[in-house]
């Protein structure tokens, strides 16, 4: 930005750079993220925060302009720190940094709030593009993420119940221990198997599994 000074002189007002917030749980994933981003003029690292909890606490403080978000961490997750953060700071910035390109993950960082999701192999200069580009109020979600998000919507979506059988699948359950879990019978058990390895595409119970944890669908 330029304004005319006393002498009739063009001169450059310097532009303040975008103050960034870094939660990640390792600690040497949050000092190289500072370091790199430090090297660019219009970008400060503010402060730095090893979960969701943290993070919080930090925006109150430092009131950064974009935040840097891990989707996995201890105590507070990703996706529900966004939550909170969104409920108590609507307009925040949030661009979702993490090494977990599951469908569902992405899914539920976005609808939670997120306005940018990259993978932690993203390039140097795609990371400072995306900070950019989310606190000029506008979103970025790297190609290989914006596949991924738009296989979901076109694949057949788990119902409640479903869900709720195919975690206990992963917990590795049999049909009999989730109709105890569940209260209902067998028969209903081996139903929404079947549908669920129908619409995962998976020819058995431990494809189902591997599916399932990949997309982010499930945990261990």
């Known amino acids: 930005m330029v304004m005319q000074t006393d002498q009739g002189t063009i001169a450059q007002r310097p ?3 975008i103050r960034v917030l870094i939660t990640d749980d390792h600690p040497a994933m949050r000092e190289g993220l500072s370091a790199l981003l430090e090297r660019q003029v219009d970008l400060q690292v503010v402060a730095m925060a090893a979960d969701g909890y943290d993070a919080i606490a930090l925006i109150r403080t430092h009131q950064p302009d974009v935040i840097l978000m891990d989707l996995r961490m ?3 997750e990703g996706a529900d720190a966004i939550a909170a953060i969104c409920g108590e700071w609507p307009e925040a910035r949030i661009i979702i940094l993490t090494t977990f390109d599951g469908d ?3 899914f539920r960082a976005l609808r939670a709030g997120a306005r940018g999701y990259l993978l932690k192999d993203a ?3 795609e990371l400072f593009t995306a900070i950019r580009q989310v606190h000029g109020g506008q ?3 790297m190609s290989q993420v914006a596949q991924k998000l738009t296989d979901r919507f076109q ?3 788990l119902t409640d119940r479903e869900m709720e059988v195919l975690k206990l699948l992963v917990q590795g359950n049999t049909n009999r221990d989730i109709s105890e879990l569940l209260c209902i019978a067998e028969g209903t058990v081996k139903f929404h198997v079947r549908n669920i390895l129908d619409k ?3 020819s058995d119970r431990t494809q189902a599994v591997t599916i399932a944890l990949k997309r982010g669908l499930a945990r261990l």
Do not use: V
Request: with cysteine.
């Open 15 to 17: 532009t303040a750079p």
């Open 74 to 76: 201890p105590r507070l």
């Open 104 to 106: 569902e993950d992405i």
């Open 123 to 125: 390039p140097c200069e």
């Open 139 to 141: 979103k970025y979600i």
């Open 155 to 157: 694949s057949s979506e």
């Open 200 to 202: 995962l595409g998976a």
